[in-house]
């Protein structure tokens, strides 16, 4: 079964950091982008950041560039999101997500708040 | 940053009834458009993909067309199980982006 499971999420106080990740399997990890996408309590979705196969290329929405970082290791078939400088709009449920867009993790929620 | 944008917010449909949502973009996305359907507390679920074709498993009821800025997602006869809140994401550039969402409610 084709599958993504995130784990990491938890309180944070403003300025915090916090390190999500998720463990694909049911398919060969390093054959595809891979990325986050959040969605804040009682809104829209937002794509945060996606990674080539090899790691070497990654895209940012503007609003974390300097605070997020993504990363993967292949050999753990496993994406992080290294999460820095939390702020109150950061706190959102946050998916991992192949982009063939068919694939997608349960969620793990991210509050930031003191 | 291209902007997604849906209409109506909501629609009220009896069941069995057609359902047509639209959303439009601010520039051109080709045929780089999907479409989701999400229900309370679940991730996102792929309907349509390439702007017309349907993911893995999704009923023939649901039907995408446009290309450009104009897109139209059907809902041909509505089932019990369709009542949800549908969101349309473009990924022709970087950054990719949603509509804010449609929620089809029961009439």
């Known amino acids: 079964e084709v599958q993504l499971v995130e784990s990491g999420g938890g309180l944070v106080q403003p300025g915090g950091s916090l390190r999500l990740s998720c463990v694909a399997s049911?398919?060969?990890?390093?054959?595809?982008?891979m990325g986050w996408v959040r969605q804040a309590p009682g809104k829209g979705l937002e794509w945060v950041a996606i990674?080539?196969?090899?790691?070497?290329?990654?895209y940012y929405v503007d609003s974390v560039k300097g605070r997020f970082t993504i990363s993967r290791d292949n050999a753990k078939n496993s994406l992080y999101l290294q999460m820095n400088s939390l702020r109150a709009d950061d706190t959102a449920v946050y998916y991992c997500a192949r982009p063939t867009f068919d694939i997608w993790g349960q969620g793990t929620v991210v509050t930031v708040s003191s | 940053e291209i902007v997604m944008t849906q209409s109506p917010a909501t629609l009220s449909v009896s069941p069995g009834e057609r359902a047509t949502l639209s959303c439009r973009a601010s520039q051109s996305v080709t045929s780089k458009l999907a479409w989701y359907q999400q229900k309370p507390g679940q991730a996102p679920r792929l309907l349509i993909y390439?702007?017309?074709t349907r993911a893995t498993g999704i009923p023939a009821r649901f039907s995408g067309s446009g290309s450009g800025t104009e897109f139209t997602l059907t809902i041909s006869s509505l089932q019990s199980e369709d009542f949800a809140v549908y969101y349309c994401q473009h990924y022709n550039d970087w950054p990719w982006t949603f509509g804010q969402g449609t929620k089809v409610e029961i009439k």
């Open positions: 390439g702007a017309s």
């Open positions: 049911g398919f060969t990890f390093s054959n595809y982008w």
């Open positions: 990674i080539k196969q090899d790691g070497r290329e990654k």
